[in-house]
């Protein structure tokens, strides 16, 4: 398995929750305020497929075993816990005591239910619920007006319930980045996403 590069630890960084630390620092946005969409669950199963064979896969001791592609890597331990940024590439620099980004993919579980971590942003643009292999959770789409990257960031993160935590996962565009690939592997990476004992 290719690993992300990881300096040595400080402090574990919590650059994957912008559910949470936009919460509380978010102006609303222009335009209409984005509503929660109601959406019958069973209208929006996702069946997971299985991970296609030339892809790779990590197990996180936070409770998870996750598929991604061939030609991406993730992290070590280390800054960040094993399994946490996705990037494609061999090598990624996971910075020490930084909330810099430097990889599209971030993956991290909540001690929270879903219904706590998936509240709607202000800067939501749109908002799904549906279900994932059984369990429900919550996509949502994010055009930043202010927070932890520059204005007019698109971010789309879902949410995934792990039997009163909950997965977040999210696809940050960055600089230079692929922000349509990344979002299509963070789908795809949600749908097949496999709960373990953490």
Same mark, same amino acid.
């Given at each position: 398995?290719?690993?992300?590069?990881?300096?040595?630890?400080?402090?574990?960084?919590?650059?994957?929750?912008?559910?949470?630390?936009?919460?509380?620092?978010?102006?609303?946005? *222009?335009?209409?305020? %984005?509503? =929660?969409?109601? #959406?019958?669950? /069973?209208?929006? &199963?996702? @069946? !997971?497929? +299985?991970?296609? $064979?030339?892809?790779?896969?990590?197990?996180?001791?936070?409770?998870?075993?996750?598929?991604?592609?061939?030609?991406?890597?993730?992290?070590?331990?280390?800054?960040?816990?094993?399994?946490?940024?996705?990037?494609?590439?061999?090598e990624v620099v996971v910075p020490e005591a930084s909330? *810099?980004?430097?990889? %599209?993919? =971030?993956?991290? #579980?909540?001690? /929270?239910?879903? &219904?706590? @971590? !998936?509240? +709607?942003?202000? $800067?939501?643009?749109?908002?799904?619920?549906?279900?994932?292999?059984?369990?429900?959770?919550?996509?949502?789409?994010?055009?930043?007006?202010?927070?932890?990257?520059?204005?007019?960031?698109?971010?789309?993160?879902?949410?995934?319930?792990?039997?009163?935590?909950?997965?977040?996962?999210?696809?940050?565009?960055?600089p230079g980045g692929d922000h349509a690939r990344a979002?299509?592997?963070?789908?795809?990476?949600?749908?097949?996403?496999?709960?373990?004992?953490?």
């Amino acid at each position: 398995m290719r690993h992300l590069r990881a300096t040595a630890a400080v402090a574990p960084l919590l650059a994957v929750a912008p559910l949470l630390a936009l919460a509380d620092c978010a102006s609303p946005a *222009a335009g209409p305020t %984005p509503r =929660a969409v109601d #959406v019958s669950l /069973a209208a929006q &199963a996702v @069946v !997971a497929t +299985p991970p296609e $064979d030339d892809a790779a896969s990590c197990t996180s001791a936070s409770g998870y075993r996750v598929p991604f592609p061939a030609d991406w890597a993730t992290n070590a331990d280390g800054v960040l816990p094993a399994c946490s940024w996705f990037a494609p590439g061999e090598e990624v620099v996971v910075p020490e005591a930084s909330d *810099a980004r430097t990889a %599209p993919v =971030a993956l991290q #579980v909540v001690d /929270a239910p879903l &219904a706590q @971590v !998936a509240v +709607p942003m202000p $800067d939501e643009v749109a908002r799904t619920e549906l279900e994932v292999g059984g369990r429900s959770a919550v996509r949502t789409e994010q055009v930043t007006t202010v927070g932890l990257y520059p204005e007019g960031t698109r971010i789309t993160t879902w949410a995934l319930d792990l039997d009163g935590r909950t997965l977040v996962a999210d696809a940050v565009e960055l600089p230079g980045g692929d922000h349509a690939r990344a979002v299509a592997v963070l789908d795809e990476m949600v749908r097949t996403v496999e709960p373990t004992a953490g």
